[in-house]
């Protein structure tokens, strides 16, 4: 089951052949590798197009959104495998 979590967060990111693909990302004091990008989709909220990443760890799933407006970045779930 998935928890809200909502917080900002900054990512490492590669970008090849026209996608972008979150490596790792800091989330409080903590860093967490990327194992699997699981998928990815777009969502629109208003005028806002964000981008959301499906990804996991040996341990949990995550779901990160990246704004194309702000250029920022959001943890905004986590669950434990």
């Not at 860093?31 to 699997?36: H, L, M």
Request: a positive charge; charged letters at 25%.
């Amino acid at each position: 089951m998935y928890s809200s979590i909502s917080e900002p967060i900054e990512v490492l990111a590669a970008f090849r052949k026209g996608r972008t693909e979150p490596m790792t990302f800091k989330w409080g004091n903590r860093y967490y590798q990327v194992k699997k990008v699981n998928m990815v989709h777009t969502e629109r909220r208003g005028c806002e197009k964000s981008v959301i990443f499906s990804v996991s760890d040996d341990a949990n799933a995550y779901r990160l959104s990246f704004s194309t407006e702000s250029l920022t970045w959001r943890l905004d779930e986590m669950a434990t495998l």
